[in-house]
């Protein structure tokens, strides 16, 4: 009987034991990253639907957990995937990501994958490049098992267009694959198996997640969704359905897909410990006739415009993160991995050997802070340079190049105030000149970290499996060019007692017939603080400047500035959809040159302190050297940036009159 007494307790404690490490098990949360494919904000009804299509699958996710309208993305497809995959800038992966990713990528799937997750990708692929089979496919990456399509969707129409050829672009197809074995065609890719392949991934997504639920292992599933990239053709089933079209249809599509996926992990009992996030990889479908909608903001994908890159994104967990919460706290896509790692416990299993440009929301979403870990995004282009920047509320464009219409071509440099400004149409880098700095500042560091970890290289990538170089053997990089970033010569002469009155242009003054000249590629500059056309009136103790505008259907105030020029201080109120502060200047003379400072006011958006950014411009007229016999206006302008940030000084030239 003492035996028996003795197998008992010890049965007991057995029980105990594997029934406290299945609950300790269980505290890993499931994670399910649902990925659509160019879909804008308009699209959503909890962000305004456009088209009137009721989205209340994806409604529910941000009702019961929080809804971002601040969410950020890389401007393309594979950029994009990169980034929420690696946790990094896409550009960190390749001097042309295009290319391919290496495998010495680490993805959220491999990290998950370490600490007991099982994995499976069901859609979009297209991190591989042309020559992914057998050398780049999802298995290789981190994930257990995929099926779907390895690039992009639009391929899906090739093999309907009259004089395609697979001898020189293989037809598409439907692949799937699991670990440890290369992947297996499984149907062509076409306009009709294009309509079912989101349904049938989805479907594949349900039947893991009820695998994994029963076997009670914590599971990540990657449902990239292929809808709304063109051509947006609906599922049969919804076809015809909303009365808005393809588009509206398919997006119809989207959310029963999407419910699909949260039904099955209510009936699996397992949707309180499940974090799902849903977010999109790309702003609006650009082409038509599947147009998207970007919402409130202006823009398609292909873009750094808030229509591109500003995207939904709705997330759940309703063991952590509280329902109900809306936030335009910024968050960016590349901040999703260090997050799940976060809360799958792991935060050591993200990487050190590489610039990780995710951080930690956790915090955040949970509401156990109110603002983001995030303050500022950089955004480039494929080769690495620099498109725009956004801190706050502000959004500085480097080189302001879209496919928008566009009636200042020339106008490279442009600040966007978002919150008075969302759709980007006024160029404010004049009224707010303390932003830049701290725009150039974020863009210093981002520079420095490439000395640490170097750039993929292109040869490199293409010699995959990639050796990391080591820590601190980079080079520095420049990822812009801006007149202010050159070493100004000395000063030209001054002209002697000037009066600067007159009307002034920065067009360049050709003095050579087109069919002789080869015309320079414009540096993008920040120019003088006043515009390009001015017009100024110059007593000997006033100096009245005008901004010179013309803005069809406009009934505004003229953008006016008067600077005393006896030693007093000067006020001057511009209205740019704000209630300022004046600014206030005072103005010296030293060797024929006017110097005018300011101080631009500020208000902090975080505390709602006053500060303020101080301005110098310095005015010469420099003498005639050849035809037409009139002097140059050159102002030279110093800008210091707010909170420490980098200071800029650049030179303006402007001609008399227009030529």
């Known amino acids: 009987m003492r035996i028996l007494h003795t197998i008992k307790p010890t049965f007991t404690l057995v029980l105990f034991l594997l029934a406290t490490s299945f609950s300790f098990a269980q505290k890993k949360p499931n994670v399910i990253l649902i990925f659509p494919d160019n879909l804008g904000v308009g699209e959503v009804a909890a962000y305004g639907g456009a088209r009137g299509v009721p989205t209340p699958n994806i409604d529910r996710i941000g009702a019961e957990g929080i809804r971002l309208t601040n969410f950020n993305v890389e401007y393309s497809c594979t950029p994009s995937r990169i980034a929420i995959l690696t946790g990094r800038y896409a550009v960190r992966a390749g001097e042309d990501y295009y290319s391919g990713t290496t495998l010495w990528e680490e993805t959220i799937a491999e990290r998950l994958k370490s600490i007991g997750y099982n994995t499976a990708l069901f859609g979009k692929w297209d991190l591989g490049a042309k020559n992914w089979h057998g050398k780049r496919e999802p298995t290789q990456q981190g994930f257990d098992e995929w099926y779907g399509i390895p690039g992009t969707t639009h391929v899906s129409q090739f093999p309907t267009m009259e004089g395609f050829d697979p001898s020189l672009q293989p037809a598409p197809y439907i692949w799937e694959g699991t670990t440890g074995s290369p992947s297996k065609k499984v149907k062509p890719f076409n306009p009709e198996t294009r309509r079912t392949l989101d349904r049938q991934a989805a479907e594949k997504g349900v039947a893991f997640i009820k695998n994994n639920a029963e076997n009670e292992t914590p599971f990540f599933l990657y449902y990239a969704m292929t809808q709304l990239h063109f051509p947006a053709l609906p ?59 970007p919402g409130p903001w202006r823009g398609y994908y292909n873009s750094a415009m808030e229509g591109g890159i500003r995207t939904p994104a709705v997330i759940r967990w309703p063991d952590r993160i509280k329902a109900g919460q809306v936030s335009n706290e910024m968050v960016h896509e590349v901040d999703l991995f260090t997050t799940i790692l976060n809360a799958a416990g792991a935060p050591e299993n993200v990487p050190k050997d590489r610039n990780i440009d995710g951080v930690n929301q956790l915090p955040f979403l949970e509401g156990k802070q109110n603002h983001s870990n995030r303050e500022s995004a950089i955004f480039t282009q494929r080769f690495g340079q620099i498109m725009a920047v956004k801190w706050r509320d502000w959004k500085l464009w480097y080189v302001y190049k879209t496919e928008m219409p566009d009636s200042e071509p020339d106008n490279l440099v442009r600040l966007f105030d978002l919150r008075v400004d969302p759709r980007e149409e006024i160029d404010v880098k004049d009224y707010y000149p303390g932003v830049i700095g701290i725009m150039d500042s974020i863009v210093k560091e981002y520079e420095a970290t490439f000395i640490k970890h170097p750039r993929v290289s292109a040869s490199a990538n293409a010699a995959d499996p990639y050796v990391a170089p080591p820590m601190n053997s980079g080079k520095a990089v420049q990822t812009y060019t801006r007149t202010d970033r050159t070493t100004l010569g000395p000063r030209s002469a001054a002209m002697a007692n000037p009066d600067f009155s007159g009307a002034w242009s920065t067009a360049v003054l050709h003095r050579v017939s087109v069919i002789n000249r080869t015309d320079e590629t414009p540096i993008p500059t920040l120019g003088s603080g006043w515009g390009d056309q001015i017009s100024i009136q110059h007593t000997p103790n006033q100096l009245e400047l005008e901004r010179v505008v013309f803005i ?108």
């Open 235 to 293: 599922h049969p089933d919804k076809a015809g359905t909303t009365g808005a079209g393809d588009m509206g249809d398919s997006m119809a599509d989207v959310d029963y897909n999407v419910g699909l996926i949260l039904d099955q992990l209510k009936a699996s009992g397992i949707e309180d410990n499940t974090l799902v996030i849903w977010c999109t990889d790309n702003g609006a479908e650009m082409r038509r006739p599947w147009r998207g909608s």
């Open 552 to 659: 069809p259907r406009e009934i505004q105030q003229l953008v006016r500035y008067r600077f005393a020029l006896d030693g007093s201080k000067s006020e001057n109120n511009i209205q740019m959809g704000r209630t300022m502060k004046p600014i206030v200047s005072k103005s010296n003379w030293k060797d024929n040159r006017l110097i005018i400072n300011s101080l631009y006011p500020f208000q902090d958006s975080k505390t709602g302190e006053w500060l303020s950014s101080k301005v110098t411009q310095t005015l010469w007229l420099e003498p005639a050297s050849r035809t037409p016999w009139e002097a140059t206006l050159i102002i030279e302008t110093t800008r210091e940036g707010l909170f420490d940030g980098l200071s800029s000084t650049n030179r303006t030239v402007y001609t008399k009159g227009y030529r």
